[in-house]
């Protein structure tokens, strides 16, 4: 009778215990086995006998002490990037044969971006799970240089953002709409001339450069750098949010996207108007792992946002 070697004896998967995963999981998380433990709701003990198995399963300690912390070895920290992922997708897997009903779901989808969307879409996707999956809640978090890797290990289910931002390759990506720029400056400023903003004007005034990534230049000063032109930036700052109350109490001029414009008229009384030198319209644009492709929750929420449902009516007309 034949034999099985001892290399397919020691592989992993032939000894691979589902219930082991989850507080692999907690164990790499938490970094802790008290923490994890309670984390996984189990005892200590259990855990530690979890932890016992796991190190031997996978030949690797995991967790050493480090001073008074325990730290992950190298394939820990291995893990605990890839195994996030790695179970969201055999929960797909697993779940694919479950309808997802959003209207009884309690998923929690977490969503990193920044301001511009909390203006121009969060409110209108709200409004949306409130009418047709109220038991939905959403995490939104400030866009990081941490997040695509956060998205990569499936931490997050979306991320919403700039086409100029760098993004992993293998991420999926989808194009939602262009948003052109406009201008906004408070009533009465003293380079309007006949409810006009002239370019000499425009580019003789103080401005407000919204900065998301902190770049010192934006898409106004290479349109003018083409024109052998500079204009001064006076104020620059990182969320779009605060840029109508900034204009609206100085004499700064402010060139930003046309949605988040208008929510600034609409919240501040500013004046907006068209810019006097043409200029790109930047892409906005969704990311999202391969891996969320087929799993129902996710392309839900996706379908909403992309088929224009959870989005504002200005937005809407944007992505035709």
């Not at 004896?9 to 309670?38: D, G, S």
């Not at 892409?283 to 909403?304: G, K, N, V």
């Amino acid at each position: 009778m034949a034999t099985m070697s001892n290399s397919g004896l020691r592989h992993p998967l032939t000894r691979l215990n589902l219930n082991l995963l989850p507080m692999l999981e907690a164990l790499l998380r938490e970094r802790n086995v008290t923490a994890a433990a309670r984390r996984a709701g189990v005892s200590q003990s259990a855990m530690s006998h979890s932890l016992a198995k796991l190190r031997a399963l996978l030949e690797d300690p995991l967790l050493v002490m480090s001073g008074r912390d325990m730290v992950l070895t190298p394939r820990g920290e291995q893990l605990a990037r890839a195994l996030p992922g790695a179970l969201d997708a055999l929960e797909a897997t697993l779940a694919r044969q479950v309808p997802f009903d959003p209207a009884s779901s309690q998923q929690e989808f977490r969503i990193a971006t920044f301001d511009y969307f909390e203006l121009t879409t969060i409110p209108a996707l709200l409004e949306h799970l409130r009418r047709h999956a109220p038991g939905i809640k959403l995490s939104v978090e400030r866009l990081d240089r941490a997040s695509p890797a956060r998205l990569l290990a499936g931490e997050l289910d979306l991320v919403l953002g700039g086409e100029s931002m760098t993004m992993p390759p293998s991420l999926v990506t989808r194009r939602l709409y262009r948003d052109p720029f406009m201008v906004i400056v408070r009533p009465g400023h003293p380079a309007l001339r006949r409810g006009r903003l002239p370019l000499n004007r425009y580019i003789d005034a103080d401005h407000l450069l919204i900065s998301v990534e902190g770049r010192a230049l934006g898409p106004v000063d290479r349109a003018l750098a083409k024109r052998g032109r500079a204009r001064r930036v006076a104020l620059r700052l990182p969320h779009f949010g605060s840029a109508g109350l900034a204009v609206m109490r100085s004499d700064l001029v402010c060139t930003l996207a046309s949605s988040v414009a208008q929510v600034a008229q609409e919240t501040y009384g500013v004046l907006v108007l068209p810019p006097p030198l043409p200029l790109p319209a930047p892409a906005i644009t969704a990311w999202w792992p391969p891996q969320h492709d087929d799993d129902p929750p996710r392309r839900w929420l996706r379908q909403a946002l992309f088929g224009g449902e959870a989005m504002s009516p200005r937005l809407r007309k944007l992505m035709r």
